[in-house]
């Protein structure tokens, strides 16, 4: 079945960029129609969705992180990745990858299929 | 941007009750709302899709219902794995966006 697995730096300097990549396996990120997603949790909080992209390139972004996030994916290596420019403290947070399942017509009906595949997280700290 | 509201935050129970959880929307999100389970240091596991529908490998225990704005994810007897922090989500369509909830943290009692 579809795993996915983040990586890149624990550590990243304030005002730095923070990168993460998601390795797609089990299955090909070209296939289906699904959305490619981002999600944070800072310590001790909640979910904070960050953005997704579809395979063809199409981005959307939450509008609190939009003008610092670039969501890319690399279809030659079942990867997509994480940009989020100018991290502050408030950036240290937990960091998964998660593939959402879109909204699908089945018998003339839509459905949400949800986010059903979900990387184990990496947590970024932002500290110098 | 559509808010979802979760309550209560906290609830202390003890194994074998049933729990009611609830999620509120801000405006309509239809069915697209999702309900997802927390365990401590890791990730969150799908647990219902489009409202109602139970996702593979889930407990017949675990039900959801409600459309619109107002959403439940019921428990009917809490088994001791249950103890976790429960997330609402929705995905609007146009554009695609989304948001979680809050959280409630289901505690034993």
């Known amino acids: 079945q579809v795993q996915l697995q983040e990586s890149g730096p624990g550590l990243v300097k304030p005002s730095q960029t923070l990168s993460l990549s998601c390795t797609v396996s089990g299955g090909s990120i070209s296939r289906g129609d699904y959305y490619w997603s981002w999600t944070r949790q800072p310590p001790g909080k909640g979910l904070e969705w960050i953005g997704y992209i579809h395979y063809i390139g199409s981005t959307y972004y939450n509008p609190s992180l939009k003008s610092r996030v670039t969501i890319s994916v690399d279809t030659s290596k079942n990867q997509f990745s994480l940009k989020l420019y100018s991290v502050t403290a408030a950036d240290t947070a937990v960091y998964y990858c998660?593939?959402?399942?879109?909204?699908?017509?089945?018998?003339?009906?839509?459905?949400?299929?949800?986010?059903?595949?979900w990387g184990q997280g990496t947590t970024v700290t932002v500290s110098s | 941007e559509i808010v979802l509201t979760q309550s209560p935050a906290t609830l202390s129970l003890s194994p074998g009750e049933r729990v009611t959880l609830s999620c509120r929307a801000s405006?309509?999100?239809?069915?697209?709302l999702a309900w997802y389970q927390q365990k401590p240091g890791q990730a969150p596991r799908l647990l219902i899709y489009?409202?109602?529908n139970r996702a593979t490998g889930i407990p017949g225990r675990f039900s959801g219902s409600g459309s619109g704005t107002d959403f439940t994810l019921t428990i009917s007897s809490l088994e001791p794995e249950d103890f976790a922090v429960y997330y609402c989500?929705?995905?609007?369509?146009?554009?695609?966006?989304?948001?979680f909830g809050g959280g409630t943290k289901v505690e034993i009692k």
């Open positions: 998660a593939r959402d399942a879109g909204v699908v017509v089945v018998a003339a009906r839509y459905y949400y299929y949800g986010m059903d595949v």
């Open positions: 489009d409202a109602s």
């Open positions: 405006q309509s999100v239809s069915s697209y």
């Open positions: 989500q929705q995905r609007s369509n146009r554009p695609p966006r989304v948001t």
